[in-house]
Nanobody, 122 residues
């Protein structure tokens, strides 16, 4: 079992940057594939990025590729999402998630955080 707590959301102007953090409890954090998802009002939750247990492999949705970077610090039990060149369409609640599977491209995750709001103004 792992508990996930996101932070770092807020209001930013278009073109700006934010860094989200997700702190995980438990001693097996380094065993999990970590991911970020988002859900905009009236839309389904969508995949954003995933990171392998070591951080050496990453996978991104086409909509954020080149703008967002996922990384992790296993010593701190934390995964990050650096978001640059933000657009109004990036506005959503962002969720951190963890899974045992090491396949980055699947979107079924085992554990979820509560989410953090990101609002990008035009």
């Amino acid at each position: 079992q792992v508990q996930l707590v996101e932070s770092g959301g807020g209001l930013v102007q278009a073109g700006g940057s934010l860094r989200l953090s997700c702190a995980a409890s438990g001693r097996t954090f380094s065993s999990y594939t970590m991911g970020w998802f988002r859900q905009a009002p009236g839309k389904e939750r969508e995949f954003v990025a995933a990171c392998s247990w070591s951080g050496g492999n990453t996978y991104y949705a086409n909509s954020v590729k080149g703008r967002f970077t996922i990384s992790r610090d296993n010593a701190k039990n934390t995964v990050y999402l650096q978001m640059n060149s933000l657009k109004p369409e990036d506005t959503a609640v962002y969720y951190c998630a963890a899974k045992w599977s090491q396949i980055l491209t699947t979107v079924v995750y085992d554990y979820w955080g509560q989410g953090t709001q990101v609002t990008v103004s035009s």
